[in-house]
């Protein structure tokens, strides 16, 4: 079945820019993650610009923006001070030179600065590459192939890494020893058998894995929350174990940051969890919305970058847009930014939503980090990916969009997905948000029981 808006008329110009995109851009849309069929049904909302904590759409729509451009929007749409950095670095400098600059020598010292576990780093151009890296590295400094890596988590769309994201669970194998999926048709197959699949929070699955294959891995990688599986906290001690089984076992841990870098604290997860990764990735919160990704992380391994060993290139990579973004970024959130804030406000809104589900008898819960977390309308608690393919209703998330959106509440229409707050969300958006909260959760009750 085919969704709808629940006032069509209210989105007539995106309909229309939809109908002439399709002509010219598969799906007509630039990533898969703003097709219709990965949720933006009946048609993606097309944008005309965004301000601080809003966006407003080409019907002349006002939202209220937890979507955030799925994360990178940390400091708000066109946050003054990156912006002015960038267009005065374009102008007095350039962009691209294919030499260095200054200015990156700065910025790596900022990312080391901040993130605890990170001696030396590389700037590259997106998450996707940060990760792909990553595992080269880890691979050449242990010798050996396979990654163990966790089901519903993403870690961009190279081949080696794009599986396993939101497996049928029809397909998926057991629970207790799933099988590697590639997302789709074009990516190699073979290339799963360097990939072991494991479910997040289960230390044991994670120890049987290494008795099973003894000296073989290099490496796991982890989001340490798992925000693409709509906001999973780890249990108490299971970061902590993850580091410990993967130490003793010789392979490298990954914490893929892309998320929560620089989002749920200045130093992302691994300050507030005082866990320590061998290598960091880190993208959406670095750059103030500009293109730009990080991979850091222990002198040693990185060193395998210092002489050629492992290949970590890029024509556009450390390109003066990068790293001016990244730098005022970085300097408004140590100079400028309340972390402090930031968390009230988020904490306000997530208890807020609770409290109202509380009030009106609706089974779910609200969990995350901060500025980082997601609705659950599930009647049982969730630990992983399959939990929430088995708990979590999508069906009721989407009614609950639906009646958000119509009251001017935007955030991305997947249950799997995170509400993202940034700096520039004020007392007032978060009264305006729960008010309309309210009316939407009744309307919700309404229609899911009308269903
Ligand atoms: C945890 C995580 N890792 C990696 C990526 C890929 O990043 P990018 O889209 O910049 O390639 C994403 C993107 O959503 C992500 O959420």
Redesign the pocket.
Known sequence: MTRDFIHPERYSKSFELYAKALKVIPGGVNSTARAAFSGWEPHPIFVDHGTGSRLVDVDGNEYIDYLLG??PMLLGHRPERVTRAVSQRIESTGTVFALPTEAEIELAEAIVEAIPSVDTVRVVN??????LYSLRLARAYTGRTKVIRFEG?????SDGIYWSKHPDLALAGSDARPVALAQGPGVPHEMGDSLVIAQWNDLAMIERIFDENPGEIAALIT?PIM??TGCILPNAGYLEGLREITARHGALLIF?E??TGFRIARGGAQQVFNVTPDLT?M??GLGGGFPV?ALGGRREVMDLASDGRVSIAGTYSGNTIAISSALASLKYLKDEASYADLYRRSDQLREGLAQLMVEKSIEGSVVGVGPVYQVWFSDSPIQNYRDAARHSRGDVFRIWWEEMLDRGVLFHPGHLENLFLSFAHSDQDIADTLERADESLDAVLARSVAA
């Not at 988590?153 to 769309?157: E, L, N, R, V």
Request: charge should be negative; hydrophobic fraction near 35%.
């Open positions: 799925l994360g997106s998450g996707t590459e940060g990760v988590q993403y870690h961009g769309f989001e925000c693409n893929d892309v998320i990735v993208a959406k990704a």
